[in-house]
């Protein structure tokens, strides 16, 4: 009878460990509910994962930040953030000018990545001020720090024409692990009172958490 009592116990201690899970936060910061099946040399095998159509997960170790096991162990798997996420935002000063020298602009930003692809930038220079949004093509990636982005900026004209501006920004970004950040670039910008033009820029800023 003691045994029968003893079994018993075990079972139905062991019923929520069967269904408890761990909790998996991903390098871009995503949180997945599920349990280790297995792991690999380089990849974490999960199953019944809060989503449906993922009842076998596999992820990179590469791409975990850390696993919150359900017995209250925390596993860190190194730093697998990117550089968007360490350090967000940043201050810059930069210098735009044509091909035919005929416009310039001494200017300084500030921009902050709301998410790793979302960048909000800020712009203010001896001719315009503009702000406006920056796209970044490459996923969270701790490896990367090369990225191309495009953005569209509006804003005003104060030092000669007195006018609405547009740019249109295509460029490449280069963030070092210390948080030195250079930008080259080519603007389009369209200005309100029937002038466009292209500008060719370089900008050189610090990342900062």
């Not at 999960?46 to 930040?65: C, H």
Request: proline letters at 4%; a neutral charge.
């Amino acid at each position: 009878m003691k045994r029968l009592t003893l079994l018993l116990t075990l079972l139905l201690l062991g019923v929520p460990l069967l269904h408890a899970q761990d909790t998996i936060t991903t390098a871009d910061g995503q949180t997945i509910s599920a349990y280790i099946l297995k792991e690999g040399v380089n990849f974490i095998y999960l199953g019944n994962s809060q989503y449906a159509n993922q009842s076998n997960l596999r992820l990179r170790k590469s791409d975990i930040n850390h696993i919150n096991y359900q017995n209250g162990y925390l596993r860190t798997f190194g730093d697998t953030t990117d550089i968007r996420i360490s350090r967000p935002s940043s201050l810059s000063g930069g210098f735009m000018m044509s091909p035919d020298n005929e416009y310039g602009n001494l200017y300084g930003t500030f921009d902050h990545f709301i998410t790793p692809r979302i960048n909000y930038e800020i712009h203010a220079g001896i001719t315009w001020a503009a702000t406006g949004i920056n796209y970044y093509f490459h996923k969270p990636d701790k490896n990367r720090s090369l990225f191309p982005y495009v953005g569209l900026l509006g804003g005003y004209d104060y030092n000669g024409y007195d006018s609405p501006v547009m740019l249109v920004q295509v460029g490449i970004s280069k963030i070092f692990p210390s948080g030195l950040n250079f930008r080259l670039g080519v603007d389009g910008v369209a200005i309100f009172e029937d002038d466009n033009f292209v500008m060719g820029k370089i900008m050189v800023g610090y990342r900062f958490k």
